[in-house]
């Protein structure tokens, strides 16, 4: 894994169908998340404030700003964002069995502890500065993310026993990791913390 320019911990956004990444050459400097909630109101004469009824949770939505730069060794910025836009592609490896249609992947930003498994619903970016050639060697990328999945909807799975997810085998292969697993498993690659307790592994980064 490289590190960034200042030798720290990149954040890593992951293509989950192909396993490609993205390394953030600069970590992000800040970064927002956002949910909004649907609300019915009702009316409700000769009162001050409507009745509310809650209709359905929307989903959480991560946006942050990335930061490439190029320029030092003169190449092209784009070699560093490119796989950012194969992430907002259809692809084949995510087509639905019964209507045969794809659908771009789903994709899981981590920074250190935080792992948020999301589409990419908005990609920009603005390249800043080029080469007397016209090679672009710097640019600002911003992402907007919006969640897949319900981290909490992992519950009461075994109908036999009512609670946790049934019992599995699974042979380890060569290179593979505890969070490609847990999205084969549960489509939710911040799961592996729950295969690591279950397994009793001490160390799972190791």
């Known amino acids: 894994m490289p590190n960034t320019r200042g030798n720290l911990q990149p954040a890593v956004i992951e293509n989950l169908s192909t396993h490609e990444k993205v390394y953030c050459m600069f970590n992000p400097q800040e ?35 990335l930061f490439f730069d190029t320029f030092a060794e003169a190449t092209d910025v784009r070699q560093h964002t490119q796989g950012l836009w194969q992430m907002m592609m259809v692809t084949d490896q995510e087509k639905n069995q019964r209507n045969n249609k ?21 990609l920009s970016q603005k390249f800043t500065l080029f080469l007397a050639s016209g090679t672009p060697v710097r640019t600002v990328v911003d992402v907007s993310f919006q969640q897949v999945e319900d981290k909490q909807d992992y519950r009461a799975q075994n109908p ?35 295969i690591a307790r279950e397994n009793g592994l001490r160390n799972p980064l190791r």
């Open 160 to 194: 036999t026993s009512g609670g946790g997810p049934p019992v599995r085998t699974h042979i380890v292969q060569a290179e593979e990791r505890l969070d490609l697993i847990a999205y084969k498993v549960y489509r939710d690659a911040s799961q592996w913390r729950l």
């Open 102 to 122: 794809s659908e771009p992947p789903h994709v899981a930003f981590t920074w250190g502890e935080f792992s948020f498994e999301a589409v990419i619903t908005s």
């Open 31 to 65: 970064y927002t998340l956002a949910k909004q909630n649907q609300w019915e109101t009702h009316e409700t004469k000769g009162l001050n404030v409507p009745k509310v009824k809650f209709k359905q949770g929307g989903a959480e939505t991560l946006r942050l700003q």
